[in-house]
């Protein structure tokens, strides 16, 4: 697949040094810029991101941080052009939903400025971290052949990481390994907030039947991120931080890491991947 230049890739220029010798020419680049999100006229963050998918990107943080509930409670999002800020895009919330999650809103200020590396670097105090998440259903139950072919299944779908070597990935497979939707970005919580907003988007949360892949680490934003849409099984490339074990044990949350070569751990999982034995679930308590 042939990626366009508008669609996240820069040019710049680049010395290229290999033994003793050296060589000046273009590289691509993966395009990283703000995107400023506002409710009504009120801004309400600002985010780092890869141009591309930013309504889904707006629609997943406004479910992850509590602003929505659902779909319905959403009129409008309207991207705007660049101006002096940034890109912009306009969230328009129903009366009932802006009364509603007045307290969401207000807790989803951060500072004004998320990082794309971290999306909890903006936060005002710890105690606004955690959101009120309720235990995870029953869920899918998934063979660990399945959950071992993911990774390549979405390695070959990177085209924009192809091109540049500099996004991550999140993709929402069904339990029997299909691929439904996949995003890159430079933030790894705003790749897994472009798949949520995706379906938020599409009626199609919660997700109760599916499964959710990021290509780098597991960290307790993302845990919660994937809680808050329903999603029963989080896997990672790489290692999971001590919180988001914490946290997906808490909420009966099947996590996986370390997924790739065909090897994997599996730090909590209530009967949800078919021969893994209970006793590894167990330790992980």
Known sequence: MT???????ARRGVVRCEGIGARAGEDRVAIEEPLELRVGDTPLA??????GHDEELAAGFCLTEGIVRSADDLVALTPCALSEYGNVVGIELTEDAARLHRAGIERARRGFYVSSSCGLCGKQSIDRIEQEVARLGRGPRVEREVLAGLPGCMRTRQDL????GGLHAAAIFGPEGSLRVLREDVGRHNAVDKVIGHHLLLGRLPAADALLLVSGRASFEIVQKVALAGIAVLCAVSAPSSLAVDLAVRLDLTLVGFLRDGRMNV?????????VPPAASARGE
């Open 3 to 9: 990626v366009k230049e508008s669609s996240g890739i």
């Open 46 to 51: 600002v985010t780092m991101r890869t141009p």
């Open 161 to 164: 990481f192809d091109a540049t």
């Open 267 to 275: 730090y909590h999982d209530p009967g949800r991947i078919i021969a």
